[in-house]
């Protein structure tokens, strides 16, 4: 037998817990956002009008992972304010950019546009997986914070997407 074949899998500080333990399943959250992260970059990274967006997304993927590794490491997992605050920022810099919704709009926007919803989509279900965690963690508030706004960045990505790719967006 494995080391995992029982079950559990180990903390970074050596602690060994369930493979279906709350820190586990927000720390496997977190690297499926970062996955499609990098999923959206590779589409980006072929076109120079995303070069900013492209470093804006490379900057978020070290942030996730840095959090990773605080939850895996067994210590306080925390994230420091000023990284939701750059999230505020520049979701406020792109949005002064895009015209001003008068619906709701539909996933899609051409490709960069719908890797950026697809990401959104499972950020949200890490949000929840977050939130969740502080049932049983006061730790996980800032967590549960930082991806709300990066749920709201990538909303407001996508759309940036799709405006600078001259795709239109599908009001409902």
């Known amino acids: 037998m494995k080391s995992g074949d ?5 903390l970074a500080n050596g602690k060994r817990v369930k493979k279906y333990s709350d820190i586990i399943e927000i720390y496997g959250s977190l690297d499926e956002v970062n996955v499609f992260l990098g999923y959206v970059a590779e589409a980006l990274y072929c ?5 900013d967006l492209l470093k804006q997304v490379y900057r978020i993927q070290r942030d996730l992972f840095e959090l990773g590794s605080y939850l895996m490491s067994g210590k306080k997992f925390t994230i420091n304010p000023q990284k939701i605050s750059i999230l505020e920022m520049e979701i406020d810099a792109m949005s002064e950019r895009l015209p001003v919704l008068k619906s709701f ?22 949000e929840r997986i977050a939130f969740k965690l502080l049932e049983t963690n006061d730790n996980a508030e800032i967590v549960g914070i ?14 940036t997407a799709a405006f600078l790719s001259n795709e239109e967006e599908m009001q409902v």
Not at 6 to 10: I, M
Request: proline residues 2%.
């Open 105 to 126: 709009i539909l996933p899609g926007g051409g490709e960069s546009a719908s890797r950026i919803h697809l990401t959104r989509a499972v950020c949200r279900r890490a």
């Open 146 to 159: 930082y991806l709300n706004r990066l749920g709201d960045w990538l909303y407001v990505a996508a759309r």
């Open 47 to 51: 076109n120079q009008e995303f070069s």
């Open 6 to 10: 029982d079950g559990f899998t180990s």
